[in-house]
């Protein structure tokens, strides 16, 4: 294959650090609360990953966290934005709905016109099952978000929603399923099993030429990254996935989040994209 020109393109994100994470619930089959966590070094794999932003040329801005809520970390939870339009979560676990609040506080804190904030009227966990491409917005259902969510975003951000069905608790997000490569060129990376036979149909038929993952680079979360267009950063552990990246013309990016797997979540999880950025007081930057 020959590798596709690539480039990559300024990002800004939105991350917490996990100065409160811990695993004291079970809300997913990666959490077990026999295990401890190494909280320093959780904090060290997250700086990482913040750091590797930066220094590839992207934005980061901070959401505070909340000590009562150890899962704020996995930012990307916590709303979904397209086009400077902003749909919060509803979470569909007591223990992380009060995240919701303090998303959408930011947001208003930081510039976003209360137009265009829109509290939800259903259940939806951000990014963690939406994806945006040019064309679509891929939106996951099964084990989370309600199917009535998709319906709600497609009036809200005015783009066609494409409903993808997850089967496999284990991927329990559609961010632990599938990834998008190349949001202009449509392009993306998934796991076939993670989804019923006929949202397996419907990948095949909009992404033909998707990157397809095995079984262990998909239960190494290998699927749970981000790209820029060029670099993608992905858990070191889905080594099968980084030549057929290469061969496409992306550059794969290792990174150690070991600690964060154990609340089932990693480089996509603690990461929210902000498209496109509104300047404003940024208030929680440091």
Not at 137 to 163: C, D, K, T, Y
Not at 253 to 263: I, P, Q, T
Request: glycine fraction near 8%.
């Amino acid at each position: 294959m020959r590798p596709t020109p690539r480039t990559s393109s300024p990002r800004r994100y939105l991350m917490c650090p996990p100065t409160h994470f811990s695993v004291t619930y079970s809300i997913n089959p990666w959490m077990d609360p026999t295990k401890p966590v190494d909280l320093p070094l959780a904090l060290a794999q997250w700086e990482d990953l913040r750091d590797r932003y930066r220094s590839l040329g992207h934005t980061v801005e901070l959401l505070t966290p909340d000590p009562a809520l150890p899962d704020m970390v996995f930012a990307a939870n916590g709303a979904t934005v397209v086009g400077g339009r902003v749909l919060g979560a509803r979470f569909a676990h007591a223990e992380r709905s009060d995240e919701a609040a303090a998303h959408l506080s930011w947001f208003r804190r930081n510039g976003w016109p209360d137009d265009t904030v829109r509290v939800p009227e259903h259940v939806n966990e951000g990014e963690g099952d939406f994806a945006v491409t040019a064309s679509w917005i891929l939106a996951g259902r099964g084990f989370r978000s309600s199917p009535l969510a998709h319906g709600e975003a497609q009036e809200f951000f005015g783009r066609p929603v494409i409903g993808l069905e997850l089967v496999d608790p284990r991927y329990y997000h559609l961010d632990t399923a599938l990834c998008v490569l190349d949001d202009a060129r449509d392009e993306v990376m998934y796991y076939p099993a993670a989804f019923s036979p006929g949202s397996r149909a419907v990948l095949a038929r909009l992404f033909p030429d998707a990157l397809i993952a095995t079984e262990e680079d998909a239960a190494a979360l290998g699927l749970n990254a981000v790209s820029d267009g060029l670099h993608v950063l992905l858990p070191q552990a889905a080594v099968g996935l980084f030549e057929p990246l290469r061969q496409r013309g992306f550059e794969p990016v290792g990174m150690d989040l070991g600690e964060l797997l154990k609340g089932g979540g990693s480089v996509k999880c603690c990461t929210q994209e902000l498209r496109p950025w509104i300047p404003s007081g940024l208030g929680d930057r440091a």
